[in-house]
């Protein structure tokens, strides 16, 4: 029965899938063309260009239209489909739970020990780094322009950042409403 072997496939996936989504591609690809046949190679590519355009991460998105497309490949419904989306896409997350949940559990339970404290104090300038590394890759002429091409473009770019920072660094403005308030202003001032 392809639900099972649906199931297994993608939380063997989940399991051993490291490196993100993208890194995932690779094993799906090899699990529902290679080694079930339950895709062509070319739905396999419209689903990565489908899960590559739609909100959410690549390797999530890919599991759940691949689910979808293998049911209805078996010849089983629509309806069955989307069964087969639901199960792909839980088997894919489900690995990343327990062992979130495992974790948890156990720094619950070991979280006053000197060990896990250390621990802690190495990853919070971890984080950081990893935080200005992030911002620091956003700070490209992609996104902020060219000051000598488009000053205009670059100057709104420049202040709808440091609006944003302030906003919700100093007057602790939701990220949401932030963000909203961002896309306003920057269609308010491109007009």
Same mark, same amino acid.
């Given at each position: ?30 699990e529902v063309v290679s080694a079930h046949s339950w895709l062509t190679t070319a739905q396999f590519a419209d689903i990565v ?24 490949? @078996?010849?089983? #419904?629509?309806?069955? &489909?989307?069964?087969?989306? !639901?199960?792909?896409?839980?088997? *894919?997350?489900?690995?990343? =739970? ?24 190495a990853l919070r300038p971890t984080v950081v780094g990893l935080l200005i590394a992030a911002v620091l890759m956003l700070l ?7 000051? @000598?091409?488009? #000053?205009?473009?670059? &100057?709104?770019?420049?202040? !709808?950042?440091?609006?944003?920072? *302030?906003?919700?660094?100093? =007057? ?20």
């Amino acid at each position: 029965m392809i639900f099972l072997e649906l199931f297994w496939v993608f939380f063997k996936i989940g399991l051993f899938g490291f490196g993100g989504g993208y890194a995932m591609l690779s094993m799906i690809q090899g699990e529902v063309v290679s080694a079930h046949s339950w895709l062509t190679t070319a739905q396999f590519a419209d689903i990565v260009a489908i899960s590559q355009s739609t909100p959410g991460p690549i390797g999530i998105n890919s599991a759940t239209y691949a689910g979808y497309i293998s049911v209805i490949n @078996a010849g089983y #419904p629509a309806a069955w &489909g989307v069964a087969g989306s !639901l199960l792909a896409t839980i088997a *894919v997350v489900l690995p990343s =739970f327990l062992l979130v949940m495992l974790v948890l559990g156990v720094l619950r339970h070991y979280r006053e020990h000197p060990i896990t404290q250390l621990i802690m104090q190495a990853l919070r300038p971890t984080v950081v780094g990893l935080l200005i590394a992030a911002v620091l890759m956003l700070l490209s002429e992609d996104n902020f322009g060219n000051p @000598a091409d488009s #000053p205009w473009q670059f &100057g709104i770019s420049i202040f !709808l950042f440091v609006a944003a920072f *302030v906003g919700t660094h100093y =007057f602790k403005v939701s990220p949401i409403r932030m963000i909203l308030l961002s896309a306003l202003a920057g269609l308010l001032l491109y007009l």
